[in-house]
């Protein structure tokens, strides 16, 4: 199978989709890779070391798609990438369809077989391709969150540590799975007051084991919710319902009980976010505010580290790669189920329910196509 790697072009995007190492995974099994590029630049990888990994380098984005069977990417594609699209192609990267009516219907169009990273389900019912960026989101979000609180960017000004004789930051998170997981590690880390919510008591019970006597754990209803964030000064949006849009925990009339300058980092907000007032940002332009609360909504918040994020992403795509690339997306996905569970797009259907319900489409099961 001929492989195409194209430079990412989402603002501020410098992760790629496959690492050097991952190339000659792919050519030693036979396989063609070509590589826009520069593409690897933004993660430390030169064109140099793709090309003694067995790729081919081609000057042109337009050239890499065209020529490719499989595209392998990042982020999903944007506008620009849609007239490369085209039936039978097969694409392979993050896709969060729940929340693009747009990029759906442009695939749904071309008749792609487009394969998301996010919705691929391991043995264990976990999702095995999205949690390396979750960790990296998690913990980011503190990180974030901490240099927004900052009076020159509008925040209360508020170190999350405190100091002796002064009292802590309050962080509240909300969703107590990987991302939340990894965002108290580094509250919790820096020394702040931590409250987790989630509606999973079974979850709540293990974080509370896992950090012992340095958290507070709660039950995500309406009225403990409310209580929490009006008391915060960082506020963590980690909910995932993977496929599907994010339901809106914070609303906009919570804001007004809210301390001025308290920040909110949501997470989800590439499947919708769970605050009512977020909106995406980018990296150029990451933050904005409503009613006085500063809102971090960077989509591709990874990016910003993006060599360690490359190296994390393509050890956790990589095997199912290699399968697409020997079988084909029909003969990878009968012998795995979970990989089955990746395929959103197919011939011109919807093939993942949380998507088809998000955005009122026809689902029709993908075991049903091939």
Same mark, same amino acid.
């Given at each position: 199978?001929?492989?195409?790697?194209?430079?990412?072009?989402?603002?501020?995007?410098?992760?790629?989709?496959?690492?050097?190492?991952?190339?000659? &995974?792919?050519?030693?099994?036979?396989? =063609?890779?070509?590589?826009?590029?520069?593409?690897?630049?933004?993660?430390?990888?030169?064109?140099?070391?793709?090309?003694?990994?067995?790729?081919?380098?081609?000057?042109? &984005?337009?050239?890499?798609?065209?020529?490719?069977?499989?595209?392998?990417?990042?982020?999903?594609?944007?506008?620009?990438?849609?007239? +490369? +699209?085209?039936?039978? #192609?097969?694409?392979?990267?993050?896709?969060?369809?729940?929340?693009?009516?747009?990029?759906?219907?442009?695939?749904?169009?071309?008749?792609?077989?487009?394969?998301?990273?996010?919705?691929?389900?391991?043995?264990?019912?976990?999702?095995?391709?999205?949690?390396?960026? $979750?960790?990296?989101?998690?913990?980011? $979000?503190?990180?974030?969150?901490?240099?927004?609180?900052?009076?020159?960017?509008? !925040?209360?000004?508020?170190?999350?540590?405190?100091?002796?004789?002064?009292? /802590?930051?309050?962080?509240?998170? #909300?969703?107590?799975?990987?991302?939340? =997981?990894?965002?108290?590690?580094?509250?919790? !880390?820096? !020394? &702040?007051?931590?409250?987790? #919510?989630?509606?999973?008591?079974?979850? #709540?019970?293990?974080?509370?084991?896992? +950090?012992?006597?340095?958290?507070? =754990?709660?039950?995500?209803?309406?009225?403990?919710?409310?209580?929490?964030?009006?008391?915060?000064?960082?506020?963590?949006?980690?909910?995932?319902?993977?496929? /599907?849009?994010?339901?809106?925990?914070?609303? /906009?009339?919570?804001?007004?009980?809210?301390?001025?300058?308290?920040?909110?980092?949501?997470? &989800?907000?590439?499947?919708?976010?769970?605050?009512?007032?977020?909106?995406?940002?980018?990296?150029?332009?990451?933050?904005?505010?409503?009613?006085?609360?500063?809102?971090?909504?960077?989509?591709?918040?990874?990016?910003?580290?993006?060599?360690?994020?490359?190296?994390? *992403? $393509?050890?956790? =795509?990589?095997?199912?790669?290699?399968?697409?690339?020997?079988?084909?997306?029909?003969?990878?996905? /009968?012998?795995?189920?979970? *990989?089955?569970?990746?395929?959103?797009?197919?011939?011109?259907?919807?093939?993942?329910?949380?998507?088809?319900?998000?955005?009122?489409?026809?689902?029709?099961?993908?075991?049903?196509?091939?």
């Amino acid at each position: 199978m001929i492989i195409g790697v194209p430079k990412e072009i989402k603002n501020n995007e410098f992760r790629v989709g496959l690492t050097p190492g991952a190339v000659s &995974a792919f050519v030693h099994d036979g396989h =063609t890779v070509l590589v826009e590029k520069g593409a690897g630049v933004g993660s430390g990888f030169l064109d140099q070391e793709y090309e003694e990994a067995g790729a081919k380098i081609l000057d042109r &984005a337009e050239d890499v798609w065209n020529g490719s069977e499989m595209i392998i990417k990042v982020k999903e594609p944007i506008e620009p990438e849609y007239p +490369f +699209f085209r039936e039978g #192609l097969i694409l392979y990267t993050y896709l969060h369809l729940a929340a693009d009516v747009s990029l759906t219907c442009a695939l749904l169009g071309a008749k792609v077989k487009a394969i998301a990273y996010e919705t691929i389900t391991g043995r264990d019912g976990g999702l095995p391709c999205l949690a390396p960026m $979750s960790e990296i989101a998690g913990r980011m $979000s503190v990180q974030e969150g901490a240099k927004y609180l900052e009076k020159t960017f509008g !925040g209360r000004g508020v170190l999350l540590a405190g100091v002796p004789g002064v009292e /802590r930051g309050n962080v509240v998170i #909300l969703g107590g799975g990987n991302v939340g =997981t990894n965002a108290c590690k580094m509250a919790v !880390g820096m !020394g &702040a007051n931590v409250t987790v #919510l989630d509606l999973n008591t079974r979850r #709540l019970a293990y974080l509370d084991d896992i +950090f012992p006597k340095q958290i507070t =754990t709660l039950y995500a209803s309406r009225d403990n919710v409310q209580k929490a964030v009006a008391q915060a000064d960082l506020v963590i949006g980690a909910v995932l319902l993977p496929g /599907r849009s994010t339901p809106k925990l914070v609303r /906009r009339e919570d804001l007004k009980q809210m301390k001025p300058g308290c920040v909110i980092v949501d997470v &989800a907000v590439d499947q919708g976010g769970c605050v009512e007032t977020s909106h995406p940002t980018t990296h150029d332009k990451p933050i904005f505010q409503v009613d006085g609360v500063v809102h971090y909504c960077v989509a591709n918040m990874p990016g910003a580290v993006a060599r360690t994020a490359t190296l994390a *992403l $393509s050890n956790a =795509t990589l095997s199912y790669g290699l399968n697409l690339a020997k079988l084909g997306v029909e003969e990878a996905c /009968r012998q795995d189920e979970g *990989l089955m569970a990746g395929l959103n797009c197919y011939g011109g259907f919807c093939t993942y329910p949380g998507v088809a319900e998000a955005l009122k489409l026809e689902y029709v099961a993908p075991q049903t196509l091939f």
